[in-house]
């Protein structure tokens, strides 16, 4: 039997709510089956995002620029878990070139590097489901900018860029990290970016933002579920300082439809989990 999971002090096991998804067979260790409070399972192709928002439906703050999940969560350990878990599953984890910057240059985008505690957990969901020991960190920048000191890129990354800024990256960045091309204009197509994953071999693909990469997802329809933390806190708005989950992205009338798949709780938050639909 596995050792129990090293718990925060401030860390209880989430309580179920609701669950519709009663996936056909567990995929979970028994310490991450007691921590996540039941099962979990997930498609073998598919793309689902993680975010928390407050309240008010905040996710970025201070135009982007800040490490807003740690500062809208305020830095619960019932949200970092749930991250870690949602990574632990993932063959590759895609965020925008303005998430890594905003994280600073000490962020990596590990399970446990978000929540040490459950480590072991991770590391033994991933032997069973035959992952490699880290999911692939894949940035995806159209305009180069990354700070070439990030250990995330220490670590090695993929790096999905443009033509034009190919180059200059491949001539910046740690040798450990590789830059492909996908677009020859000067912008990225959300569909080149799932053509340039599923190239590299990634079934399973998670993306923690930000809401302008999520939206160009979402506008494609190629989000099949979404994991949504809701903190016990109000943002506000002002100006162009905060963002939604999804900006850049308007569908006027047209909304996209979701399907409610689980609701756990943990103290004061909401974990809650959607299936999108197509358009």
Sequence with gaps: MPAPARRASSLNPLVELFDASRPAENLLPEQLVQLYGGALSL????????????????????????????????????DRFVMGLLRAFADAIVI???????????????????????????????????????????????????????????AGALVLTTRASEDALRARLPSASRVVAISEGARLEAAGVMSALRAEGHRVILTEGGPKLFGQFVEASLVDELFLTMSPALAGR??????????????????????????????????????????
């Design 43 to 78: 498609p073998r192709y598919c793309l689902y995002a993680n975010f928390v928002s407050s309240i008010d439906g905040v996710v970025a703050l201070e135009g982007g620029r800040a490490p807003s999940g740690g500062i809208i969560s305020r830095k619960s350990e019932a």
């Design 96 to 154: 925008g070139a303005g998430t890594v910057r905003a994280e600073g240059r000490r962020a990596q985008w590990t399970p446990e590097f978000i929540f040490p505690a459950a480590g072991a957990g991770f590391h033994e969901l991933r032997r069973s489901l035959k992952r490699s020991d880290t999911p692939q960190l894949v940035i995806v920048t159209a305009s180069g900018e990354i700070d070439p000191a990030q250990a995330a890129l220490e």
């Design 238 to 279: 002002t100006g162009d300082q905060s963002f939604g989950l999804i900006d850049g992205v308007y569908f006027g009338r047209e909304l996209r439809p979701a399907q409610l798949y689980s609701i756990r709780r943990g103290g004061d938050y909401l974990f809650l989990r959607y299936g999108l639909k197509a358009a």
